[in-house]
């Protein structure tokens, strides 16, 4: 059974940074697209930010140049550095790895992080 593992969330003062882990664990990490969401409290879960197995990255316009999404396909782990953090970037952040088959897509999902920005 394919698991993603988030770690790194926590309280952090606006202005602060804190780096996110996603540990997958029983498929091929290489081949998986890797995202970030967050979903704040009476919102939509919202796309942060991608990585693809190429290394191509995208990110959600309100976190340009405060965040970066990179993979490491040795440990099979994708890491989301969040700098200049935000109140407004409170949520639970999910780690997702998707990837398209030959008759289907491979979509698979974390338990989440909760990242909590207050002063």
């Known amino acids: 059974q394919v698991q993603l593992v988030e770690s790194g969330g926590g309280l952090v003062q606006p202005g602060g940074s804190l780096r996110l882990s996603c540990a997958a664990s029983r498929l091929t990490f290489s081949s998986y697209t890797m995202s970030w969401y967050r979903q704040a409290p009476g919102k939509e879960r919202e796309l942060v930010a991608t990585?693809?197995?190429?290394?191509?990255?995208n990110y959600v316009d309100s976190v340009k140049g405060r965040f970066t999404i990179s993979r490491d396909n040795a440990k099979n782990t994708v890491y989301l550095q969040m700098n200049s953090l935000k109140p407004e970037d409170t949520a639970v952040y999910y780690c997702?790895?998707?990837?398209?088959?030959?008759?289907?897509?491979?979509?698979?999902w974390g338990q989440g992080t909760q990242v909590t920005v207050s002063s």
């Open positions: 990585i693809t197995p190429g290394g191509s990255t």
């Open positions: 997702n790895a998707q990837r398209l088959g030959v008759a289907r897509r491979y979509d698979y």
